[in-house]
């Protein structure tokens, strides 16, 4: 099959093998794929993510010396049920699944691994009882987004909101889109968002952010503020006697930037008492300072992936129109185009998400 | 008055006017006042308590070219009420009362500030609001670890505990110690906790550590979590399927050293969705991994102080014996012998609190 293949950090399009299905898997064909940050990240720092993965406790095992298929963001078709296959899922049907194959040896990934080529090639195999049906009616490139926006429907889960904490999110790329439609689907409002990018503030509106900032014209946390003071400032609960300044809601910021120095900005900006979740991916060491987070009582949470149940009821809430997913697509390419795409996704002037379409020509 | 002064990174011992009573506050005298590892690190880096306390709203305003009397740990006695002052305290009565004077211009801290010289001075003045009668048959010495104490009970409500969680503290000097105490009194058991030094080590178990571990001769985190296995694996929410081993109970790790390259080192080493409460104050800018932080989903909960109920409530603590206080006072002094008081407590093999008796010839 033709997919595309990275090897020594470059992408180059190759003849592999298509994949043999194992015990409980199934072979599918490739109908779209989104081009993730990730994936973009790891191109460039595969070593690293291997390494970093390797000593947390992580699944991306990957030989960099042999070559990998990314892709993780998909929607297939089922063509062939391998053996100890149940066929609950006919061959014809489009599905979305989580990037992950579950074996009897443990859990791999679809997309980093030497092993299970991801939706950059033309066949995937994938385990059964993941697979997840496309409802009638809902285009193959809706269903791609799943993947992408499940990420910020599990962001929004683990801010434990409250419906009177007042967010803010930092970088309007995919993941911070993908944090505004779960932020807009949750009804926890005013959403402001920031960007330096006309594009992407543009993208942000669309997807249903109330107010966006242009950080070079006013600070986030200015805007924030204007619209974040208590109504009713009796509701407010009692802040320590230092803080000056009228009440606001407690904060909740999003980091989907993910560069070094943005988690030190943020907590330097950030209001008593904010609570921050890190969704943006920096893959280098980074500096904070400890003093800041205590002297305003911060919390920094953390958090990778979603859930089996967030990944269903993403895949439904885009069925059912719930989040909006039009904006988002502003290319598509073939397997030939990839390597283009990469390059043209570093520029944030032009695009959110590039859906790779293995049997365009 | 007699009071210890801090110029220019030195303590020299001098002679002060007595402070004047502002409306609403008492005159008191200083029966005995703990040296803090706050005042340590104030000594060194003032300039960068004042920068960073000031960047981030917090209350330390102090001017660097004229003196300060440090000392915010301190039981004292009412010896003149000030105008304004309902007299509800009688003179003579012993108090203890948070390290803050409420004025109508705002809040100031006692201990750091030009004008409310703290515990290190004969004298001191304080918000008549704020005081806490010392209970009868309380000796004046366990009554001056309240705000220490206080530190660790509020560090414990900041961690959101459950009974399933399963505590480590890192490092046992004051404010681990204060940690263990208040970890104990709420009952969330077993309390693991790790200190290079045998005298503290001795010392958490003193105050009711369960198990200690001595980092040189084998990791905490090791220790940990042979104990944090669930007693009933069926009880142990899901773990992601790439987390081997078996499952363990939640971590819930306090960072109570404060050096630059604990929480870096403490989320390396922490398990999966723990939660690090970093009590420990670090001065310094400090790196971290942001991608171990999101491989593992931890979350970083800075805390400081404590509030008003909070501190009530230690002070009752400790005059009902719920929380050991014995073992923590190692040693007294005399104003004149706090400088080499704050040499000793550089060095953890001697001390764990110090007391300053102004009065004491």
């Known amino acids: 099959m033709r997919a595309v293949v990275m090897r020594n950090h470059k ?5 592999l093998p298509i994949p043999q299905s194992g015990p409980g898997e199934v072979i599918v064909k490739t109908l779209a794929c989104g ?15 291997v390494e970093a993965s390797h000593r947390s406790g ?28 149940k066929k609950t899922v006919k061959a014809g049907t489009r599905v979305c699944s989580m990037p992950v194959i579950i074996s009897p040896t443990g859990v791999q990934t679809v997309g980093y691994s030497n092993e299970n080529p991801g939706g950059y090639g033309e066949f995937m195999r994938l ?44 970088g309007c790329g995919p993941v911070g889109l993908s944090v505004i439609a779960a932020l807009r689907m949750k009804g926890v409002r ?15 509106e669309a997807m249903g952010a109330d107010i966006v900032v242009d ?3 006013k600070s986030p946390y200015s805007s924030w503020r204007e619209v974040a003071v208590w109504p009713d400032p009796s509701r407010a609960p009692q802040q320590p006697p230092w803080v000056t300044g ?16 943005v988690i030190d900005h943020i907590m330097t900006a950030a209001p008593q008492a904010a609570r921050i979740v ?59 185009g990839v390597a283009q795409a990469f390059e043209d996704l570093a520029s944030p002037e032009h695009h959110a998400k590039i859906l790779v379409e293995p049997w365009r020509s």
């Open 127 to 170: 385990t059964e009882g993941l697979l997840l049906e496309v409802p009638n009616g809902l285009s193959t490139e809706r269903a791609a987004l799943t993947e992408p926006m499940a990420v910020g429907l599990h962001a929004v889960q683990m801010a434990r909101l409250d419906k009177d904490d007042a967010p803010l999110v930092i």
């Open 35 to 49: 081009i993730c940050g990730s994936d973009l990240h790891a191109l460039k720092y595969t070593e690293k993510l």
């Open 11 to 15: 992408l180059s399009v190759d003849d």
């Open 246 to 261: 009228p009440a606001v809601r407690p904060a909740v910021i999003f980091e989907c930037v993910g560069v070094p120095g």
């Open 278 to 336: 890190v969704v943006g991916v920096c893959m280098e060491k980074d500096a904070i300072e400890p003093m800041i987070g205590i002297n305003k009582e911060l919390n920094l949470q953390f958090v990778l992936g979603y859930n089996r149940e967030e990944f269903a009821q993403t895949l439904r809430n885009i069925a059912e129109g719930v989040i909006p997913t039009d904006p988002l697509i502003t290319g598509k390419v073939g397997i030939e």
């Open 190 to 204: 005013p959403i402001v968002a920031a960007d330096f990018s006309p594009r992407r503030r543009q993208l942000a």
């Open 215 to 217: 950080p070079k014209e």
């Open 58 to 85: 992580g699944a991306f095992t990957m030989d960099l010396t042999r070559g990998i298929v990314m892709g993780h963001e998909f929607c297939a078709e089922v063509v062939e049920h391998g053996p100890a296959t």
